[in-house]
């Protein structure tokens, strides 16, 4: 065990996310604005955790600016959220702007300004309009790609003078994950090709985002939050191995390849084909991906996936689907936050870094959700009210220095961003998990309190060091 002190440049950004329908609440939404969220909440309340969904939030809608103090507080340089796709617009077809809800957005980014905060903004965190999935079937349809991009063209014609760092999606393989490959979400569909074209048209929706915001000559830059997965074989076992390529190739190089490369991974090609996996491309879509990569990512890192060669052989009446070459493995011993039963290992960041120093040619990124949900916070309240949340300091600490670690290791890593300034609604979780530097006490009109970790993270941001106490494991 030893004390280390390791600087934060001045220019590293030290943040936190957010998205819009996690935190906006209802307020002012008119009919038919309503979400994907919105609508699996009305469908299934009865599996978000006591009832708690979107249509209150943190009713950040109403308190942005009390929301923005308490951000200089917390010592935020950036802050990432979106923009609510499902409510900007009032007719999704013909790009109509909600004036109204626009307006809380110009309010939003000149408050930011006002106090030193810099917005980074998602054109898309799950916030599909509802509308559009039940028209059209979502991101399986081509049509919903070009609207899309007039609802992208709509907004940087609006705030192109105050936000100049744009991200497409946030985490595009989450929602047909949890539909489509796993039914475990609203509406509830196993099909693997419906997975695969959302994926694609969510690629492709990114390079016309991209192709756009350049013909246009707006200043800044557009990237993408993505959420790949450290993927540890069980073993060094040439079966476990290879357990662990393939669910790299699905779930994080689906995305990563075309994104920074320009083209999807050969082997996920002949592997969709192999399995018959039916979804539609064209020649000339493949080369608008591979002409418009991004200029930036955004990495959510938040545990280690640990994978083994299956056990058991394919049924062979169940559809085709990722799983056919990995199953999950546990690896005993490990540090676990119990809350939401994720495993804690710092490095995951470190080997990510190096990952994209040494395979995607360094491009520039940034860790844009790193943080750790606990249950029950109360329990943790001292005399004066005050949550003394140290486990989440020791989290952050850890995984910070691993960013910084890499950073003076020549990864091309612009900042560190937490998951999240302040509690809020997660799908299914609700508030059962909280996240937050901020409190939200739901018992109280959602009156916000900083929680200890507010105060040190202000810390760190205005004395640009990290000291901690450091063991074999974060060397």
């Given at each position: 065990?030893s004390?280390?002190?390791?600087?934060?440049p001045?220019?590293?950004?030290?943040g936190?996310a957010?998205?819009?329908?996690?935190?906006?609440?209802?307020?002012?939404?008119r009919?038919?604005?309503d979400?994907?969220?919105?609508?699996?909440?009305?469908?299934?309340?009865h599996?978000?955790?006591?009832g708690y969904?979107?249509?209150?939030?943190?009713n950040?809608?109403?308190?942005?600016?009390?929301?923005?103090?308490?951000?200089?507080?917390?010592?935020?340089?950036?802050?990432?959220?979106?923009?609510?796709?499902?409510r900007?617009?009032?007719?999704?077809?013909?790009?109509?702007?909600d004036?109204r809800?626009?307006a809380?957005?110009?309010?939003?980014?000149?408050?930011m300004?006002?106090?030193?905060?810099?917005?980074?903004?998602?054109?898309?965190h799950?916030?599909?309009?509802g509308?559009?999935?039940?028209?059209?079937g979502?991101?399986?349809?081509?049509?919903?790609?070009e609207?899309?991009l007039?609802?992208?063209?709509?907004?940087?014609e609006?705030?192109?003078?105050?936000?100049?760092?744009?991200f497409?999606?946030?985490?595009?393989?989450?929602?047909?994950t949890?539909?489509?490959l796993?039914?475990?979400?609203?509406?509830?569909e196993?099909?693997?090709g419906?997975?695969?074209?959302?994926?694609?048209?969510?690629?492709?929706?990114?390079?016309?985002?991209?192709?756009?915001?350049?013909?246009?000559g707006?200043?800044?830059?557009?990237?993408?939050?993505?959420?790949?997965?450290?993927?540890?074989?069980?073993?060094?076992?040439?079966h476990?191995?290879?357990?662990a390529?393939?669910?790299?190739?699905?779930?994080?190089?689906?995305f990563?390849?075309?994104?920074v490369?320009?083209?999807?991974?050969p082997?996920?090609?002949?592997l969709?084909?192999k399995h018959?996996?039916?979804w539609?491309?064209?020649?000339?879509?493949?080369?608008i991906?591979?002409?418009?990569?991004?200029?930036e990512?955004?990495?959510?890192?938040?545990?280690p996936?640990?994978?083994?060669?299956p056990?058991?052989?394919?049924?062979?009446e169940?559809?085709?689907h990722?799983?056919?070459?990995?199953?999950?493995?546990?690896l005993?011993?490990?540090?676990?936050n119990?809350?939401?039963g994720?495993?804690?290992?710092?490095e995951?960041?470190?080997?990510?870094?190096?990952?994209?120093?040494?395979?995607?040619?360094?491009?520039?990124?940034?860790?844009?959700?790193?943080?750790?949900g606990?249950?029950?916070?109360?329990?943790f309240?001292?005399?004066?009210g005050?949550?003394?949340?140290?486990?989440?300091?020791?989290?952050?600490?850890?995984?910070?220095?691993?960013?910084?670690?890499?950073?003076?290791?020549?990864?091309?890593?612009?900042g560190?961003?937490?998951?999240?300034?302040?509690?809020?609604?997660s799908?299914?979780?609700a508030?059962?998990?909280?996240?937050g530097?901020?409190?939200?006490?739901?018992?109280h009109?959602?009156?916000?309190?900083p929680?200890k970790?507010?105060?040190?993270?202000r810390?760190?941001?205005?004395e640009?060091?990290?000291?901690?106490?450091?063991?074999?494991?974060?060397k």
């Amino acid at each position: 065990m030893s004390t280390k002190t390791i600087a934060i440049p001045p220019s590293f950004m030290l943040g936190a996310a957010a998205s819009a329908w996690q935190t906006e609440g209802w307020i002012d939404k008119r009919e038919g604005q309503d979400s994907w969220p919105d609508l699996w909440y009305k469908h299934d309340r009865h599996v978000w955790h006591e009832g708690y969904g979107p249509a209150v939030a943190t009713n950040f809608y109403q308190r942005f600016r009390e929301d923005v103090e308490l951000m200089k507080q917390a010592g935020l340089t950036h802050y990432r959220t979106s923009i609510n796709w499902s409510r900007f617009l009032t007719d999704y077809e013909q790009g109509v702007v909600d004036e109204r809800y626009a307006a809380y957005y110009d309010e939003l980014f000149d408050e930011m300004q006002r106090h030193g905060i810099v917005p980074m903004i998602c054109l898309e965190h799950y916030e599909l309009p509802g509308y559009l999935l039940e028209t059209y079937g979502g991101w399986a349809s081509k049509k919903v790609v070009e609207l899309y991009l007039l609802y992208a063209e709509k907004v940087f014609e609006r705030f192109h003078a105050k936000v100049s760092r744009w991200f497409t999606f946030n985490e595009p393989i989450v929602v047909q994950t949890r539909v489509y490959l796993d039914a475990l979400r609203w509406p509830y569909e196993q099909n693997t090709g419906t997975w695969m074209q959302w994926n694609h048209h969510k690629n492709l929706a990114t390079a016309k985002v991209v192709k756009l915001f350049r013909e246009k000559g707006y200043p800044g830059t557009v990237g993408c939050i993505l959420n790949p997965e450290v993927t540890y074989p069980r073993s060094r076992a040439p079966h476990d191995v290879q357990a662990a390529e393939r669910y790299d190739l699905f779930y994080n190089r689906v995305f990563l390849d075309p994104m920074v490369k320009g083209h999807y991974p050969p082997e996920l090609i002949a592997l969709l084909e192999k399995h018959q996996v039916s979804w539609d491309y064209t020649e000339e879509e493949l080369a608008i991906i591979a002409e418009n990569t991004v200029d930036e990512l955004g990495i959510n890192l938040y545990y280690p996936h640990r994978v083994k060669t299956p056990s058991r052989a394919w049924h062979p009446e169940t559809p085709f689907h990722p799983a056919y070459y990995y199953e999950p493995f546990e690896l005993p011993g490990r540090k676990m936050n119990t809350s939401r039963g994720w495993e804690i290992l710092p490095e995951i960041i470190y080997e990510m870094a190096m990952r994209i120093k040494n395979d995607y040619g360094n491009i520039p990124w940034f860790v844009a959700e790193s943080g750790m949900g606990v249950e029950n916070e109360g329990q943790f309240r001292n005399a004066a009210g005050t949550i003394d949340d140290d486990y989440r300091i020791d989290f952050i600490a850890a995984h910070l220095y691993q960013t910084l670690r890499a950073r003076e290791e020549g990864a091309n890593c612009l900042g560190y961003m937490l998951w999240a300034f302040t509690d809020n609604v997660s799908p299914m979780n609700a508030f059962k998990n909280r996240y937050g530097l901020i409190e939200i006490d739901l018992n109280h009109q959602r009156d916000r309190r900083p929680k200890k970790s507010a105060a040190w993270f202000r810390k760190l941001r205005d004395e640009r060091q990290l000291t901690l106490t450091i063991d074999d494991q974060w060397k």
